[in-house]
């Protein structure tokens, strides 16, 4: 990449990228119903599986916007589809959000068949994903400089 080229944001709220202000939300959320899958798993309190339910569900909304202002920049700019990380950055994280939405779906039975083992497992792989595709993202911020002002 040529110094003087830009690779802005498509997704923008007064000059700030919209996608990165998004992303920690589910991150949090998925990390979250992983803790809260392991916590109910070790002491079967129902309490631990209703937090993973609702972390899910809130990390699956946010996941979904920050899904769509990053599909904005990707298909915005061909300067950022250009970027080696791009396409494994966006594969993965399409993954990990189909992922957490059937893991959604599966918390929404009792907690005992919600949780263990697909709904653990579900959570891990996610999580597992979303360390990595996290990794791309931020090369393609800090090594590549997509969405920052220069």
Do not use: K
């Amino acid at each position: 990449m040529q110094e003087d080229v830009r690779v802005r944001s498509t997704a923008q709220i007064a000059g700030h990228p919209i996608h990165p202000m998004l992303v920690p939300i589910p991150i949090a959320c998925f990390v979250g119903a992983l803790l809260t899958d392991i916590a109910y798993v070790v002491s079967a309190e129902i309490m631990w599986a209703d937090f993973s339910a609702w972390l899910l569900l809130v990390g699956v909304i946010f996941g979904v916007l920050a899904a769509i202002a990053g599909l904005i920049d990707f298909l915005g700019n061909r300067l950022v589809r250009a970027q080696a990380p791009a396409w494994p950055h966006l594969i993965g994280n399409t993954v990990a959000l189909i992922l957490a939405i059937f893991n959604t779906m599966i918390h929404t039975r009792d907690a005992w068949t919600s949780v263990w083992p697909s709904g653990l497992v579900l959570s891990a792989i996610t999580v597992l994903i979303l360390a990595i595709t996290g990794w791309l993202g931020w090369a393609m911020v800090y090594r590549h400089g997509v969405g920052v002002a220069r």
